[in-house]
């Protein structure tokens, strides 16, 4: 039985590296910037007022580029790095406010971390590294090795449980990094820029591999990357930041067709957007139009999928439907040759 997600509420974050960092959360507050605080008190600012509702279940990805702050972000809700001011709430726990003892075991039990360079043990078998944190855990030995090979499977990696980590490719790598954290069973993933260190086939497989993970497992699971395709593809929830500030935050669609501001823009430019766009997006009521004849498109249908129905269909609009076949709206081909 695996743990089901549980939602994440981050609220007033700030972090702000240097000796004197408590002082300067006013000034920061008031508006100071990031280079003002820097030239004028020699401290860093990390994070900004940063305030996200992530939900039980669902991906949450941050994206931004280096020094965005989203790795400092992700330390935060198992509290790597301690914050200036904020909250965390976990299960209606503020994480900020455990105590030494509390804090220990909710990282023992309450998340799980998968990391960029993988973090093996390289002394140990492939199997040995993901009982590590149940050894910690102080599970019977049977148990985790019973726990381990299950994971180990799931993976995709049976028969190299006995093989070392410098026996194995860097996709098979990151893979025992996620078994690892699967057979903790813990509630929450943390995925600090796991997949970048992957060539691009491989990292493409272990997002798919991710994916159907998830479609089973149901965790709260917070994704960073700088990798839009990445967020969009993974993504249940995207927050962008810049400089340690959120810049916009939303699904998807709302990052693609409704963009904050030029900087998020110029990001997504250059996107598929044929591959991400969802007919649902672009729907308008069917009230008043005929929809005999049409051909009908399942809700969820990207544009690109849609587009070539319809020409195939050799109709210029279509409905869209849920799963039991109930028209949600009705979508056209202009409509999609817009968005695109």
Do not use: C
Not at 5 to 25: N, Q
Not at 49 to 70: D, H, R, T
Not at 133 to 161: C, Q, Y
Not at 249 to 268: H, K, M, N, T, W
């Amino acid at each position: 039985m695996t743990n089901a997600g549980t939602p994440i509420e981050i609220r007033d974050l700030y972090k702000i590296f240097g000796p004197a960092a408590k002082a300067h959360v006013a000034a920061v507050r008031a508006g100071m910037s990031k280079e003002e605080l820097s030239a004028r008190h020699g401290h860093i600012l990390g994070l900004n007022n940063i305030n996200i509702s992530m939900p039980a279940g669902k991906i949450q990805v941050v994206m931004g580029l280096s020094g965005s702050g989203k790795s400092t972000l992700i330390r935060h809700i198992n509290r790597l790095i301690e914050p200036t001011s904020g909250s965390i709430m976990i299960a209606g726990r503020d994480v900020l406010s455990m105590s030494e003892l509390d804090l220990r075991e909710f990282r023992r039990t309450g998340t799980a971390m998968v990391f960029q360079r993988f973090a093996l043990l390289p002394h140990r078998t492939v199997i040995d590294n993901v009982t590590f944190g149940l050894e910690v855990r102080a599970v019977d030995k049977a148990k985790s090795r019973d726990t381990a090979m299950r994971w180990i499977e799931r993976v995709g990696l049976k028969g190299f449980e006995n093989r070392y980590p410098t026996e194995l490719s860097g996709g098979m790598q990151q893979r025992v990094g996620l078994a690892r954290a699967l057979s903790n069973d813990s509630a929450i993933l943390l995925m600090d820029e796991a997949y970048s260190a992957l060539d691009p086939l491989i990292r493409t497989d272990m997002q798919t591999m991710l994916l159907e993970l998830q479609q089973e497992l149901n965790k709260t699971i917070v994704f960073i990357t700088h990798d839009l395709d990445e967020a969009l593809r993974l993504g249940d929830q995207i927050v962008i930041l810049r400089d340690g500030s959120i810049i916009q935050q939303g699904s998807s669609q709302d990052i693609l067709l409704r963009p904050a501001d030029d900087y998020i823009e110029r990001f997504v430019k250059d996107v598929n957007r044929g591959r991400f766009i969802r007919v649902d997006a672009l729907m308008e009521s069917p009230d008043g139009r005929t929809t005999i004849g049409l051909p009908v498109l399942k809700s969820g249908t990207t544009l690109e999928v849609a587009g070539k129905e319809l020409a195939d269909a050799l109709a210029d609009a279509a409905v869209v439907a849920d799963g039991s076949g109930r028209p949600l709206g009705v979508v056209d081909l202009r409509r999609i040759l817009a968005a695109l």
